[in-house]
């Protein structure tokens, strides 16, 4: 569903800056890489699938002597 939900408002953003009429082709191209480098970096790192889970570090921790 996150995907669906990423694809839609990528696919708006860029059609609103193609019916606005106001961009020339070289923004719209522009506009379109950076949409597709965006896209790229939630497909590297985002996982919207997978369950929230607060994790705290071990050594961050101090040990009560």
Excluded: F, K
């Amino acid at each position: 569903m996150g995907w669906a939900i990423t694809l839609a408002l990528a696919l708006l953003s860029w059609l609103a800056l193609y019916l606005s009429r106001r961009c020339s082709r070289q923004a719209l191209e522009l506009a379109a890489a950076a949409i597709l480098i965006a896209l790229a970096g939630y497909a590297w790192q985002g996982h919207p699938d997978m369950a929230g889970r607060p994790v705290t570090n071990a050594r961050a921790i101090p040990q009560a002597q």
